[in-house]
């Protein structure tokens, strides 16, 4: 693939951002067209990866490039600007429709062996599971994260605040976690000081040895966790939170990431459909094994699968089912219509999404019959589940007022796939009792050991030390820019943290970093106080964490900022010197894809998209001194600004403004502001005729976005949508396609 400065890679994903990304990507190639930049499409939708991974079962008209792999060996390139939008990070219920879909589609690659006996089956199980969960990210975030919410954006917020609800001083709502027995209180930590290879294995109790994985490479002053989570001791945690939650007339609300902890929380979740339908299980035991039910793809999985079963035996598992429903407490409802609970699907609900929306919501969410209730929320691992604590005990004694508040910024430890804890092939459920040892491959010298029993979750991690001074420095240099308190999130009492501090400590003093005040190194409990107390007397303060936590907190305060995720910038300065543009988070884009399909109103907000694509512009201009795309960038924040002033953002109710709409208002106030700026004659030349007839043509154009809506449509697939069908239903306009190809 030919990559050259002026080029833009923009990446075509799944869902609502992709249906958003089809009305407008046109919009933005014509835009920059005129400036000599070159934009780039690349297809990382998981219908597109699992079509490249098995390329030879297709024909060859069939077959499709690896964009993905072809981004991976580019995200080197010095010069590499990619524009990343949301993608499913596939549980495995997901990943079996995309399979679906593409074989109705003609494509004809094999079934999900669930079960795999030969050794074609095995191969073919192991490919579909690279496919599951965030592989994406691991791949494109060859960097460190700087996530902020641009000035212009929080201005904006103030003078419009959203309604946050108020908490009951007295209101029962409260975080649930394990306090022995899970990965935090098993961890053990420690730094390399030499580089090695290691492999994991399981020491059995008969003495045999079960490798697990045969060679990992790890570099000098690297730092290498290990931790394991107790089955017993969880299914005992769960069997005490649901009768503590029905005794004190609490919903139940278990919040995971099974998207991103791809191994670990589905197993997690699955015990806890286990534990509160014990009885069923227990009773149906044999069936259940027969049918080769799954819980860790949750209760539907079990649904499903006993719908083939002779009526009388089927009905009797429902009964079954509810007579465990009596004395038991209610979960959070995910869609009351449906019937659809938090026990449906591991990737209903998503902890990032799922715990700000309660904590903005006054602490309650839905029952059965669509009351509010208030909410144990559990969170088991108790590694990061205190912070959502914290701020449930600062809202029932402070209002969060949107109107005041500061904001607070965000440093994330994520390069070089640092602290993924959901790595798939590090993460095991144990098979076996006995001794989980790391060793190291050349001298077979035993580096960290667990007494494990069968069915506990273990797992390995890494995080390189070029990552972390990475980090370092990228926080050192923004509060530097700033002058904003700069607050490290690390607990000494955690092993894995207390090696990052150390690190921390030794890179400040090799650095001779003395004259920042602001930087300290706080405990998450007391970071969270600390930043919860300048938020709401209208300070700023940025964020430094590691991986997962970055992902709790850049969702956790621009939700209680803005009311979302998407209006935040998200900026990644890759490791090579190029740089990746992430457009906000998409937990939400499965409904509205949803509503999509039966009104034709499309509700997704591609504001983050704006954002990212100015910010894109802005970094081209200066690695390249491309004048045009400075003013493409000026301009476009200008149009951004309009957008917000007049309220042209979606909304959720179908009729009224939807996105495509709100994209063509976008385009006709960056139009107006390349017609009258001063700087560029060419730009000035192009596009005062273009903006003169969108200008002349709104009522029309306007008309046909409005037309369309308040029917079902077509677009030939959910995860591979047919392209004249999605092409045809994201541009209904005609006289804006016709004006915008004039250009």
Request: proline fraction near 5%; charged fraction near 30%; glycine fraction near 0%.
């Given at each position: 693939m030919t990559i050259n400065k002026s080029t833009i890679f923009y990446t075509l994903t799944d869902e609502a951002p992709m249906l958003a990304t089809y009305s407008f990507f046109p919009i933005i190639k014509k835009f920059t067209t005129l400036a000599n930049i070159k934009i780039i499409s690349s297809n990382i939708s998981i219908a597109a990866r699992t079509l490249s991974k098995f390329s030879s079962y297709l024909r060859k008209d069939q077959k499709i490039l690896d964009d993905l792999d072809e981004l991976s060996k580019l995200i080197k390139k010095p010069y590499i600007n990619i524009i990343k939008l949301p993608n499913i990070s596939a549980s495995l219920p997901q990943l079996i429709n995309v399979i679906s879909e593409l074989q109705l589609h003609g494509y004809k690659i094999p079934n999900f062996p669930e079960n795999p006996k030969t050794e074609k089956e095995k191969l073919i199980k192991i490919k579909y599971s690279q496919l599951l969960g965030s592989v994406v990210n691991p791949i494109l975030r060859e960097g460190n994260s700087d996530r902020r919410i641009p000035v212009f954006i929080k201005n904006h917020a103030r003078k419009n605040p959203y309604y946050i609800k108020k908490w009951s001083s007295t209101s029962k709502t409260h975080v649930s976690y394990m306090t022995k027995g899970d990965f935090y209180d098993n961890e053990k930590s420690i730094t390399l000081n030499k580089s090695c290879n290691i492999r994991m294995e399981l020491l059995c109790h008969?003495?045999?040895?079960?490798?697990?994985?045969?060679?990992?490479?790890?570099?000098?002053?690297?730092?290498?966790?290990?931790?394991?989570?107790?089955?017993?001791?969880?299914?005992?945690?769960?069997?005490?939170?649901?009768?503590?939650?029905?005794?004190?007339?609490?919903?139940?609300?278990?919040?995971?990431?099974?998207?991103?902890?791809?191994?670990?929380?589905?197993?997690?979740f699955g015990y806890a459909i286990k534990t509160f339908y014990k009885n069923v299980f227990i009773k149906h035991k044999k069936i259940f094994k027969k049918l080769n039910i799954n819980v860790n793809n949750g209760l539907s999985n079990l649904l499903n699968k006993i719908k083939i079963l002779p009526k009388n035996k089927y009905e009797e598992i429902i009964y079954d089912i509810k007579k465990c429903d009596i004395n038991r407490p209610s979960f959070a409802m995910v869609d009351i219509k449906k019937g659809i609970s938090n026990l449906h699907a591991p990737n209903y609900i998503i902890i990032d999404s799922s715990m700000p929306t309660m904590i903005r919501n006054g602490g309650k969410m839905l029952d059965k019959i669509g009351n509010e209730k208030e909410t144990k929320a559990i969170i088991p691992d108790s590694t990061f589940a205190k912070i959502y604590q914290e701020i449930i005990n600062f809202c029932k004694k402070n209002n969060l007022d949107p109107s005041i508040m500061g904001t607070v910024q965000n440093i994330g430890l994520m390069a070089q796939k640092s602290e993924e804890y959901g790595s798939h092939d590090k993460t095991f459920e144990i098979p076996y009792d006995g001794i989980a040892r790391i060793v190291d491959v050349y001298n077979n010298n035993i580096l960290i050991e667990h007494h494990v029993k069968k069915g506990d979750i273990w797992r390995v991690c890494q995080t390189k030390d070029e990552s972390i001074k990475n980090w370092i420095m990228l926080a050192i240099n923004r509060s530097k820019q700033t002058n904003i308190p700069t607050i490290f999130w690390l607990d000494t009492q955690r092993p894995h943290e207390f090696e990052i501090i150390k690190k921390i400590e030794f890179f400040l003093k090799e650095c001779n970093v003395k004259d920042i005040k602001n930087i300290k190194i706080m405990s998450k409990i007391d970071a969270m106080n600390y930043t919860l107390k300048r938020l709401i007397n209208g300070k700023d303060t940025i964020s430094v964490t590691g991986n997962v936590l970055r992902d709790y907190l850049t969702d956790l305060f621009p939700i209680l900022e803005l009311g979302t995720s998407s209006k935040m910038l998200s900026i990644i300065p890759l490791l090579s010197g190029g740089n990746l543009f992430e457009t906000g988070s998409g937990g939400s884009a499965p409904k509205h894809i949803e509503q999509f399909l039966i009104e034709n109103h499309l509700r997704w907000n591609s504001l983050g998209e704006f954002l990212a694509l100015l910010s894109s512009l802005e970094c081209l201009f200066i690695k390249t001194n491309n004048k045009k795309a400075n003013i493409l960038s000026k301009t476009l924040e200008i149009a951004i600004n309009k957008l917000l002033d007049y309220?042209?953002?979606?909304?959720?109710?179908?009729?009224?403004?939807?996105?495509?709409e709100s994209q063509f208002y976008l385009t006709i106030y960056w139009a107006q502001a390349l017609a009258t700026q001063k700087l560029d004659k060419d730009l000035n030349y192009f596009f005062t005729p273009f903006f003169n007839s969108l200008l002349n043509n709104q009522k029309k154009i306007i008309k046909e976005f409005q037309y369309i809506q308040g029917k079902p449509v077509n677009i030939g697939g959910y995860f591979m949508p047919i392209n004249k069908l999605i092409n045809h239903a994201m541009r209904p306009s005609k006289t804006f396609n016709k004006l915008l190809n004039l250009i």
């Open positions: 008969n003495k045999k040895i079960l490798i697990l994985n045969k060679k990992i490479p790890l570099l000098k002053d690297e730092i290498l966790d290990s931790s394991f989570l107790s089955k017993e001791l969880l299914c005992d945690f769960y069997e005490n939170q649901i009768k503590h939650a029905y005794e004190n007339n609490l919903l139940l609300s278990l919040h995971l990431k099974c998207t991103m902890m791809k191994k670990s929380d589905p197993i997690i309220n042209k953002l979606p909304s959720p109710i179908v009729n009224e403004l939807d996105t495509r």
